[in-house]
């Protein structure tokens, strides 16, 4: 009985001794967490520190600027009033009194006087400010206003000239046709021969009448080249060309219905002949 007291006393120890070495091994691992944190809280820590001592440095170094932009400040002003003052004595007193010395002898000798500091001034300003609008326009930030001005003026001339070209065609197709309506009563009377210098006359009219309006096309498209009139202009150009060639068939067709009459009265002209002699 002693002996299984005994061992049950020593089970009981050994359960005793086994929680306790749990206890250690847990208790060991929570120090060494522990530990871990601690040294990350204290690099923190440091890191802090050191941002602290960071930003104090740059609040001295702010600090320092401040005083000296104060005492350029303050310099500056002391600097600025006393040229304010140097230059109100200059232009008000010496400028002026010598200006008026001089405006007195330039009268004297028959001359204008010389241009006040307001007026040079404003022309330097204008100046400046032309150069400065140059400037822009080269580099692109500005339009030239001269030109969307200018592109009025172009435009009537350019109808301008469109309407006296398809007048001097229209006055050239009339000609053409005044000169050669005589004709055809004179090849009726007077052969073959009329009737080709009629149609050579009505080619190189029908030519240079082409030639014409090529050319002021040309001259108009060159001009209208740009403006906003063009598509008034192309309906005139092709009212012309067709008038051109309405007046050129109605030239080859008289002189076709010509030619017909022409060969008749000479092949009668040969039959009386033939006829006589008989």
Same mark, same amino acid.
């Given at each position: ?13 050994? &359960? ?62 002391? &600097? ?15 400028? @002026? ?22 007026? &040079? ?8 400010? &032309? ?45 053409? %046709?005044s000169s050669h309506t005589p004709s055809s009563s004179s090849t009726t009377a007077?052969?073959? /021969? ?6 050579r006359d009505t080619t190189e009219s029908s030519r240079s009448n082409k030639m ?20 008034? @202009? /192309? @309906? ?8 051109? %060639? ?21 092949? %009668? ?10």
């Amino acid at each position: 009985m002693a002996e299984l007291m005994e061992l049950k006393q020593m089970k009981i120890r050994q &359960e005793d001794l086994l929680h306790l070495k749990d206890q250690v091994f847990q208790t060991g691992q929570n120090l060494e967490e522990k530990q871990t944190i601690l040294d990350e809280v204290r690099a923190e820590r440091k890191v802090l520190h050191s941002e602290l001592d960071r930003y104090i440095a740059m609040v001295k170094q702010v600090q320092k600027d401040l005083e000296l932009a104060t005492q350029a400040e303050t310099q500056l002003t002391k &600097e600025r009033d006393q040229l304010s003052q140097y230059l109100t004595q200059l232009r008000d007193h010496d400028f @002026k009194v010598l200006k008026e010395e001089v405006d007195q002898l330039r009268s004297k000798k028959g001359l204008r006087p010389l241009p006040s500091l307001e007026q &040079e001034q404003e022309e330097f300003m204008g100046r400046y400010l &032309e150069e400065r609008r140059g400037q822009w326009r080269q580099d692109g930030i500005i339009q030239d206003s001269a030109s969307s001005s200018s592109h009025q003026p172009s435009s009537i001339g350019a109808a301008a000239a469109g309407s006296s070209s398809s007048s001097s065609a229209t006055a050239a197709g009339t000609n053409s %046709r005044s000169s050669h309506t005589p004709s055809s009563s004179s090849t009726t009377a007077g052969g073959p /021969s009329t009737s080709r210098s009629r149609d050579r006359d009505t080619t190189e009219s029908s030519r240079s009448n082409k030639m014409h309006q090529s050319s002021s096309s040309s001259s108009t498209h060159s001009r209208s080249h740009g403006n906003n009139n063009s598509s008034s @202009k /192309s @309906k005139h150009e092709s009212s012309s060309r067709h008038n051109s %060639r309405s007046s050129s068939r109605r030239q080859s067709s008289r002189s076709r219905s010509n030619s017909p009459p022409t060969t008749s009265s000479s092949s %009668r002209d040969e039959r009386s002949k033939k006829r006589s002699r008989y």
